[in-house]
């Protein structure tokens, strides 16, 4: 299999960020935006070398939308 461009959406949560790839459903953090995406990438790279095919494809056939909405405030 080749590469992927994937979603990163990062979280400022107290002092640390989350990071989250939304196909893959999976998380990381770090101590600033970017350590927290470095993390994701890592552990994204360590979930592809040791999963198999079908795992991946199966996460990655998720129908994932992101999108802006908007809400009243009484």
Not at 16 to 29: H, M, T
Not at 41 to 64: C, G, Y
């Amino acid at each position: 299999m080749g590469g992927y461009q994937l979603t990163a959406i990062i979280e400022q949560e107290r002092n640390l960020f989350v990071a989250r790839c939304v196909e893959l459903d999976i998380a990381s953090q770090g101590d600033s935006a970017d350590a927290a995406l470095s993390n994701l990438k890592a552990a994204v790279s360590m979930f592809l070398q040791n999963s198999q095919d079908a795992e991946i494809l199966e996460r990655l056939a998720r129908r994932v939308e992101v999108t802006l909405f908007e809400v009243e405030r009484r």
